[in-house]
C-alpha cells in the first residue's frame, strides 16, 4: 500500500502542477465574474495586445497608456530585460481596443508611467525617463533621465503609481524597502522608507508629500486636490493623506496616522467615480482593487471633522476566477470604469519561487466596466480645442476632462492662458453652485504656469466653501516665497470655524519658524481637535520648538494656558521640558486628558531629580491607596525597569509605604523593593511572603531574586529546597535561574523528582527555557541525574511551545533535548508528518482539494490548542503577531500553503520579519517592529504587546532568522484533520461563508470567565440585573467566524449568584460623530443590551441609543437557560444623516 501511494504521488505531481492553474481564456474568466446591480462588463484588451500590465493612465487624445513588465519579479539568468511601454486606442469608439502599439522597450522593469508634458514620464528602475516621439511615428525616439537616485531595494515597491494632482504637479509612490537620495537643483532630497513625492515638472522641484504605509500602489484626488492612498500590504483600506501626513512603517515617526478602514483587504489601485455615465448615487465614490481576494471594492466617503469616515459599499466586481488580478483602476474618457488585469494565479512575492513555473508572464487584460442603460460620455477633442474651449472643459462634472485639459493648458503660451484666464474668471455665472469649484480650477492653472494670482488666491482665501478655502490655503503655502503676508493669512486660517481649512493652516504655518506662528498654532486646541488636527498641530509645534522652548522654560505660563504648554511640552524631548513637565505634573497643574501622556513621558525620559519630585507624592499620606498613587508608581517602576534609575529614598519610608498600602499598592511598593535593590527589607519580604495573597507573595519573591545579596540568595535557595509549598519552591527557583543557576538546577531536579502539578512543572521549564545559560545548566545536570518519564514529557512539550524556532538550534537546546528523551520523555510520534518533500506537498495538495471539508477545517483551525487566532486575525480581528490571512486562498497556492505550515520560516513576510533588540544593560527583547522613531523603537511582543524602548536605551537593533511561528504545530493532528485545516484556509477569500464580508460584523469579543468580577463591579446578585451597569473589560478573547457569527460554545457560560446560567460578552465600538447608534442581533433570543450604562430595548432583535464621541464598550448578555446552541451574530446598521458615525474596533 506505502508503494501503491509513492507511485501515486509521483504519477500525480509528473502529470505537472501546472494543470492546477486555470484556462486563460478571456470568456472563461467573463463567464464568471459578478457584476454589480445595473452594471456591466466587457473586455477592452487582452494578450498580446496588452501584457502584464502594471499601470495605465489616459492622454488627452484618450489613448491609454500602459506599463508592462514580463521579467517580474526578477531577471532569470542570461535573459535580457525587454519590458514595455505600450499606447492602447479604441478608435471607432465601441469600447473595445483595435491598435496597440509598442512605444518604447527595453526597459528594465518600469513600475510607473504618467503621459505629459509632450512625451511620458516613465519609472525606469531607480530613475524616472521622459520618453518623446519627435518624428511621429508612434515609438519613443528621445530619452531624458529626469530623476535618478531611487531606491532599488524591491523590484515591487520601487516608485511606482504615477499620477497628475490637480494642482498640475506630479505625484508617486515608493514603498517600505526603499530608501531614495535624490540629487535635485534644490539640493538632496531624502525619503526613507515608503511615501508620496511630489514633482514639479516646470521648476524640477522634488518634496516629499507624506510618508509611510508598507506598499502603497494606489494614489488619487478629489476634486477639491485632497489625496486618498491605498496600501497593497497593509490592512486599513483607503487612508487619507495631506502634506506632512506619516503613516505606519515610516522611518524616524514619532506620531502616525491609521487608515478609515481597519481590518481591511489589501489594496492596490485608486479611483473617484464621476462623471455623467455613472449614477449619481456613485458619485465621489472610491474604487480600488483587492488584488488577493479578486475583486474591486467600493468606499463611500463621509466628511466628519479635518478628515473623514469610510464605510465599505457593495463590491462593483468579483470573481472566483483567482488569475483576475486588478492592480490598477481608472475612470475613462468614456465615463467607464477600466480595470487593469495583471492577470496571474500567483500573485506573492517573496513567499513563492521567483521562478515557479506557475507564474504567467504572458497574459494580460483591460476589462471596461459601464452602467446599463445610460449614454457614455462622447469624447471631447481636447488636442484641437482652443484656448477658451479648453478653459470650458474645467467645468465638465468628468474629472478626467477637467484634469487633461489643465495639462493642456499648462503647456500653451503663459500669456495667452493668463489673459484667457482673466475673462474667463470674469464671465463666470457666481450664483452656479459651482462658481468657486470654478475659480478653483483657475487658481490652480496659474499654480500649475507658476503666475502668482494674490487677487484670484485671496477670493477664494475668503470662499463661502470651506473645500474652496482649504485647497486655497495649500496653494498660498506653495507660493509662500512669493507672498509677503503668508504667514498672517495662515494665522487667520487657524481661527477658521471649519475643521479642514484649519488642518491645512496648521500644516503650512510650520514654515515660519516665529513665535507668532506657534502662539496662532496652539490657538487650534480653543477649538475642537480631531485625530488629524492632533497630529499636525503636534508636528507644527514639535517643528517650531527652538522658538517657543527656551521662553517656556523660562515661564511655564508664557501662552498663558497650561493645556497649550503641556501639549507643547508633550511634542519635545528636551530634558529641561521633562523637568518642566515633572515640576507640572507634582503641582497638580497637568490638566486630565493630558496625564496619561506625561506619566508615560516622565517614565521614559524623567531624570532621578524627576523621579523624586514623584517618590514624593508617593509617600503623601494624603495619596494613600489611591489610583493616582498607583500610577505614580508606575512611573517609578517603568523607570528602574527600563532605565535602571530611581528616585532619593529611604528603607524606612517604604516599611511604612508598605505598612499602609492595600494589595495593589503593596504589589507595586514590593516589585520596587527588588528594583531599587532594598536588601535591608529583606525581613518585610519574608513577612509578605507568608501574610500576602499569591499575588503579593509572587511579588515578594520576585523583590528577593532581585537584591543579589548573599542573604537573600540563601533564603531564596532554602525556599527553593525545603518549602512546602512546591508553587512557592517553583517561585524560588525561578529566580535563582537568573543569579545562581546551578544551585537552581540542582534544586529543580530534586522538586521535579517528586512529579509535582503540571503547572508548576511547566513553570519551572519556562524559568529554564528563559535563555541559553540556564537551558544548557539544566540539560548538564539533568544529564547525569535523570527524572520521571511523565514530567520529562511536560519538558518537551515546553520546549516546542516555548522556544523561538531560532534558539531550538543552539547546542543548550539540543542537549536539553536529548536529557529529556534518555529520562523518557519521547514526544509521541507525529500523527501527521511534517517533513515533506515537493511530491509528497503535491498529493497532499490534492487531497486537500478532493477531501477536504473546509467547515469542519475551521473549527480546527479556531481550536485554542492550535493558538492560530493568537497570531492571525482575519477581517482584522485576531492575533496581529502574523499577516491578516482574510484572502489567504485566494493569494497563495494549495502547496505553498502546505509548505508555509509546515517550514514557516521559510515563507516570512515582508514586515512581520523578526527582530532583536540588545539594550545598553545587556537585555534582549524580541518581536516585530512597529515603528523605528526618532525617540524610541516599538516592538510588539510575543504576546502582542506593543512596547516602546527609548533609543538612548539600545545597543544595536537587527533582525533575526526564523518566525515566531513554531514549527511542528500541526503534528498532533490526524491527517485528515490538516487537510481539512488546510481546505479551510485555501477558501479564504473565496466566495460564501469564507469571505470576510462589505456588512459592519462585530468580530473581536471580550467575555466575562466568571462571576464575581461582575459582581464586584455592579454589586448584584443576579445577571439579570447587569443591564445598566457599567462593566470593565472582560478578560477572555474571542473573535467570530469568517462569516461574522460567534458560537455560543465558544462562550463560557458562568454562573450567579442565585444559580442561573448566563454568559457575557462586550464588542468595543469607536463613535466618531455623537448620534444615533443601531444594531441587530440575530442568533439568541434572549440577551439584554446595554453601553454606557444605557440598556438598548431590543425589538426582533434590533435596536439603538444615542451614543457620545469616543470609544465605548457594549454589553450583551445571554440567558444560557434558554440558549445553548447556534451563534451570535452582531451587525452594526449605518442610518441616516442623524445617526451615529462609529467604527468596529478589531485587532486583538
Known amino acids: ?191 526613507e522608507g515608503g511615501g508620496v513625492w511630489q514633482y514639479n515638472t516646470k521648476t524640477q522641484q522634488l518634496e516629499v508629500f507624506a510618508k509611510g504605509l508598507v506598499n502603497p500602489w494606489g494614489l488619487q484626488f478629489d476634486k477639491w486636490g485632497k489625496s486618498f492612498l491605498t496600501d497593497g500590504a497593509g490592512r486599513e483600506g483607503i487612508n487619507y493623506a495631506f502634506p506632512g501626513a506619516t503613516f505606519l512603517t515610516a522611518p524616524g515617526a514619532e506620531r502616525i496616522l491609521s487608515g478609515l478602514n481597519p481590518g481591511q483587504p489589501k489594496h492596490s489601485g485608486l479611483d473617484i467615480i464621476s462623471g455623467a455615465h455613472m449614477p449619481a448615487a456613485l458619485s465621489g465614490s472610491l474604487i480600488t482593487n483587492d488584488f488577493r481576494a479578486n475583486r474591486v471594492n467600493r468606499f463611500v466617503l463621509e466628511e466628519q471633522g479635518s478628515g473623514f469616515v469610510s464605510k465599505q459599499a457593495d463590491d462593483l466586481l468579483w ?63 481636447l488636442q ?18 477637467r484634469l487633461q485639459a489643465k495639462l493642456i493648458l499648462k503647456n500653451k503660451d503663459e500669456k495667452e492662458v493668463k489673459d484667457a484666464l482673466s475673462k474667463w474668471i470674469a464671465a463666470l455665472e457666481t450664483s452656479n453652485t459651482e462658481y468657486e469649484h470654478h475659480l478653483l480650477e483657475a ?37 509662500k516665497e512669493n507672498i509677503p503676508e503668508t504667514q498672517s493669512l495662515l494665522v487667520t486660517a487657524i481661527k477658521d470655524n471649519h475643521a479642514t481649512v484649519r488642518l491645512e493652516a496648521i500644516v503650512g504655518i510650520a514654515n515660519f519658524k516665529t513665535m507668532e506662528a506657534t502662539v496662532a498654532t496652539l490657538s487650534a486646541l480653543d477649538q475642537t481637535m480631531d485625530v488629524n488636527l492632533d497630529f499636525a498641530l503636534w508636528h507644527t509645534v514639535n517643528n517650531l520648538s527652538p522658538v517657543w522652548l527656551p521662553e517656556v522654560l523660562k515661564n511655564p505660563t508664557y501662552f498663558g494656558d497650561m493645556d497649550k504648554t503641556i501639549f507643547a511640552l508633550n511634542t519635545v524631548s528636551d530634558p529641561k521640558s521633562t523637568s518642566l513637565l515633572a515640576e507640572l505634573y507634582s503641582s497638580n497643574k497637568v490638566p486630565d486628558k493630558y496625564l496619561e501622556l506625561v506619566r508615560e513621558k516622565l517614565a521614559k525620559y524623567g531624570t532621578a531629580e524627576d523621579l523624586t519630585k514623584i517618590y514624593l507624592q508617593v509617600i503623601n499620606p494624603a ?111 525561578s529566580q535563582l535561574v537568573k543569579t545562581a543557576p546551578e544551585k537552581a538546577a540542582d534544586a529543580a531536579i530534586v522538586l521535579l523528582t517528586k512529579k509535582p502539578s503540571d503547572t508548576d512543572t511547566r513553570n519551572l521549564f519556562a524559568a529554564f527555557l528563559s535563555s541559553n545559560n540556564a537551558t544548557e545548566v539544566l540539560a548538564n545536570t539533568l544529564s547525569s541525574t535523570g527524572i520521571p518519564s511523565e514530567t520529562a514529557k511536560i519538558g518537551r512539550k515546553a520546549m516546542q511551545e516555548l522556544l523561538p524556532l531560532h534558539r531550538r538550534t543552539k547546542d543548550a537546546a539540543i542537549k536539553l533535548k536529548d536529557a529529556l528523551e534518555a529520562s523518557g520523555g519521547v514526544l509521541p510520534p507525529e500523527k501527521m508528518p511534517q517533513q515533506l518533500d515537493n511530491r509528497q506537498i503535491y ?15 475551521e473549527a480546527i483551525y479556531r481550536r485554542q490548542s492550535m493558538m492560530c487566532q493568537n497570531c492571525h486575525g482575519i477581517g482584522g480581528a485576531g492575533g496581529q503577531l502574523g499577516p491578516d490571512l482574510s484572502s489567504l486562498g485566494t493569494s497563495l497556492p494549495v502547496d505553498n500553503i502546505i509548505k508555509s505550515i509546515l517550514e514557516p520560516t521559510e515563507s516570512i513576510k515582508e514586515g512581520f520579519e523578526l527582530q532583536k533588540i540588545t539594550k545598553n544593560d545587556g537585555g534582549i527583547l524580541m518581536g516585530y517592529l512597529i515603528n523605528d522613531g526618532a525617540r524610541e523603537v516599538v516592538l510588539r511582543d510575543m504576546a502582542g504587546n506593543e512596547n516602546g524602548i527609548p533609543k538612548s536605551q539600545i545597543k544595536s537593533l537587527e533582525k533575526v532568522p526564523g518566525s515566531l511561528m513554531p514549527a511542528g504545530i500541526t503534528a498532533s493532528l490526524e491527517k485528515q484533520d490538516f487537510i481539512n485545516l488546510v481546505s479551510y484556509l485555501s477558501k479564504l477569500g473565496s466566495n460564501g461563508d469564507f469571505r470576510v464580508t462589505n456588512e459592519k460584523l462585530v468580530r473581536r469579543w471580550k467575555a466575562a470567565t466568571e462571576f464575581k468580577v461582575l459582581r464586584k463591579d455592579a454589586g448584584v446578585d443576579g445577571w439579570e440585573s447587569l443591564p445598566g451597569n457599567n462593566l470593565s473589560q472582560m478578560p477572555k478573547g ?10 455560543l460554545s465558544d462562550i463560557p457560560t458562568i454562573t450567579d449568584n442565585n444559580d442561573k446560567k448566563f454568559s457575557l460578552v462586550q464588542f468595543e465600538v469607536n463613535i466618531l460623530k455623537a448620534g444615533e447608534f443601531s444594531l441587530k442581533l440575530t442568533g439568541v433570543d434572549q440577551a439584554k443590551v446595554w453601553v454606557s450604562g444605557n440598556e438598548i430595548s431590543l425589538n426582533k432583535g434590533t435596536g439603538a441609543t444615542n451614543l457620545s464621541v469616543g470609544k465605548q464598550w457594549v454589553n450583551i448578555a445571554i440567558d444560557r437557560e434558554k440558549a445553548d446552541e447556534g451563534s451570535l451574530k452582531v451587525l452594526i446598521i449605518d442610518g441616516e444623516a442623524n445617526s451615529a458615525q462609529s467604527q468596529v474596533i478589531v485587532g486583538q
Open 1 to 191: 500500500m506505502a508503494l501503491l501511494l509513492l507511485i501515486t504521488s509521483i504519477s500525480a505531481h509528473g502529470q505537472n502542477s501546472l494543470r492546477d492553474i486555470p484556462s486563460p481564456d478571456p470568456q472563461d474568466q467573463m463567464d464568471r465574474f459578478q457584476v454589480a446591480e445595473g452594471f456591466e462588463v466587457n473586455l477592452f484588451a487582452t494578450d498580446p495586445m496588452v501584457v502584464k500590465p502594471i499601470q495605465m493612465n489616459w492622454d488627452a487624445q484618450g489613448r491609454l497608456w500602459v506599463v508592462s513588465s514580463t521579467i517580474y519579479p526578477h531577471l532569470k539568468p542570461g535573459e535580457t530585460a525587454n519590458d514595455k511601454i505600450l499606447v492602447i486606442e479604441d478608435t471607432d469608439r465601441d469600447g473595445i481596443a483595435d491598435k496597440s502599439t509598442v512605444f518604447a522597450e527595453g526597459l528594465f522593469t518600469p513600475t510607473g508611467l504618467l503621459p505629459g508634458d509632450g512625451g511620458v514620464y516613465v519609472a525606469n528602475s531607480t530613475e524616472i525617463l521622459h520618453l518623446k516621439d519627435t518624428n511621429g511615428d508612434g515609438k519613443a525616439d528621445e530619452t531624458k533621465k529626469i530623476l535618478s537616485g531611487f531606491g532599488t531595494g524591491d523590484t515591487h515597491h520601487l516608485i511606482h503609481t504615477f499620477r497628475w494632482g490637480p494642482d498640475g504637479l506630479m505625484y508617486f509612490n515608493q514603498s517600505i524597502y526603499i530608501y531614495s537620495h535624490v540629487e535635485t537643483p534644490y539640493g538632496i532630497r531624502r525619503l
Open 319 to 381: 470573481t472566483d476566477h483567482i488569475g483576475f488580478r486588478p492592480v490598477d483602476i481608472l475612470m475613462g474618457p468614456d465615463g467607464a470604469i477600466y480595470i487593469a488585469d495583471w492577470y496571474n494565479p500567483i500573485i506573492q512575492h517573496g513567499e513563492v519561487d521567483f521562478f515557479d513555473a506557475r507564474r504567467d508572464q504572458q497574459h494580460g487584460r483591460i476589462w471596461r466596466i459601464t452602467k446599463k442603460d445610460s449614454p457614455l460620455v462622447k469624447y471631447p477633442d
Open 384 to 401: 484641437n480645442k482652443t484656448i477658451p474651449e479648453l478653459l470650458e472643459a474645467l467645468k465638465s462634472e468628468e474629472n478626467w476632462e
Open 443 to 479: 487658481l490652480w492653472i496659474h499654480q500649475a504656469i507658476g503666475d502668482v494670482n494674490v487677487p484670484l488666491l485671496q477670493k477664494l482665501l475668503t470662499a463661502q466653501n470651506p473645500e474652496a478655502r482649504a485647497a486655497a490655503i495649500r496653494v498660498l503655502v506653495h507660493w
Open 623 to 733: 495619596l494613600a491607596n489611591t489610583e493616582n498613587q498607583l500610577e505614580d508608581l508606575e512611573i517609578l517602576y517603568k523607570a528602574a525597569a527600563a532605565r535602571k534609575l530611581e528616585p532619593q529614598h529611604t528603607s524606612s519610608q517604604l516599611r511604612t509605604l508598605l505598612k499602609e498600602a492595600n494589595e495593589s499598592v503593596e504589589v507595586k511598593v514590593l516589585q520596587l523593593v527588588g528594583m531599587w535593590k532594598k536588601a535591608d527589607l529583606l525581613d518585610l519580604l519574608l513577612q509578605k511572603n507568608v501574610t500576602g495573597n499569591e499575588e503579593v507573595r509572587k511579588a515578594a519573591m520576585e523583590a528577593m531574586g532581585k537584591l543579589d545579596d548573599e542573604g537573600s540568595q540563601e533564603v531564596l535557595l532554602t525556599m527553593a529546597k525545603t518549602h512546602k509549598n512546591e508553587s512557592i519552591r517553583v517561585l524560588a527557583i
Open 843 to 857: 498529493a497532499l495538495g490534492q487531497e486537500v482539494k478532493t477531501l477536504g471539508d473546509p467547515v469542519i477545517g
Open 1038 to 1047: 474571542l473573535y467570530s467566524k469568517v462569516a461574522g457569527d460567534l458560537p
